[in-house]
Antibody
Framework: EVQLLESGGGLVQPGGSLRLSCGASGLSFSNSGMNWVRQAPGKGLEWVSGIRSVDGTTYYADSVRGRFTISRDSSKNTLYLQMIRLRDDDTAVYYC???????WGQGTLLTVSS | QSVLTQPPSASGTPGQTITISCSGSTSNIGSKTVNWYQQVPGMAPRLLMSSNSQRPSGVPDRFSGSKSGTSASLAISGLQSEDEADYYCATWDVSLDGWVFGGGTKLTVL
């Protein structure tokens, strides 16, 4: 059974930085593309970023390009999302999801507020 | 403004059949398969349908999906109170090089 567990969320001031992690089990992590999807309070789902397994190619939504960096450590079966220059509108629950958005974690809440 | 267009709300009575639509374009639904998700408030989204019409194990066959051209649909037959949730469609957009979602449809079982 695929299990994804996000961590690292919390309260950050505008302009600050944070790194989210997603631990994966029950899948061949090194052969799996991975994604981050977020959901602002009371809003819909928004894809944030993805990384391909084949060649490590990364993809970003326009709203985060240049501020967020997705990466992976296959030796630790862990996906990361490094976030800098955080803004109020980055406040959301962040989910990691396997390629094809077929499996999702339970999410971690990031709150950006002064 | 979401790339994929869904009705914001839908409703039905127990036992009825309802359909939720998802409209896109040639760069997304027109060229890629569609997933559907169910989300109960406070919970993570649950995959209901992948590749337009494939139900993962554990999803009742009351749920069915279809796609035609640049639109997709999710049908729920034999509506039950436990089906009350938000429903989202999603697919890859080849022009945006990213996943796109519908704005979500809130289903109320009257």
């Amino acid at each position: 059974e695929v299990q994804l567990l996000e961590s690292g969320g919390g309260l950050v001031q505008p302009g600050g930085s944070l790194r989210l992690s997603c631990g994966a089990s029950g899948l061949s992590f090194s052969n799996s593309g991975m994604n981050w999807v977020r959901q602002a309070p009371g809003k819909g789902l928004e894809w944030v970023s993805g990384i391909r397994s084949v060649d490590g190619t990364t993809y970003y939504a326009d709203s985060v390009r240049g501020r967020f960096t997705i990466s992976r450590d296959s030796s630790k079966n862990t996906l990361y999302l490094q976030m800098i220059r955080l803004r109020d509108d980055d406040t959301a629950v962040y989910y990691c999801a396997k390629s094809g958005l077929l499996n999702w974690g339970q999410g971690t809440l990031l709150t950006v507020s002064s | 403004q979401s790339v994929l267009t869904q009705p914001p709300s839908a409703s039905g009575t127990p036992g009825q059949t309802i359909t939720i639509s998802c409209s896109g374009s040639t760069s997304n639904i027109g060229s890629k398969t569609v997933n559907w998700y169910q989300q109960v408030p406070g919970m993570a989204p649950r995959l209901l349908m992948s590749s337009n019409s494939q139900r993962p194990s554990g999803v009742p066959d009351r749920f069915s999906g279809s796609k035609s051209g640049t639109s997709a649909s999710l049908a729920i037959s034999g509506l039950q109170s436990e089906d009350e949730a938000d429903y989202y469609c999603a697919t890859w957009d080849v022009s945006l090089d990213g996943w796109v979602f519908g704005g979500g449809t809130k289903l109320t079982v009257l």
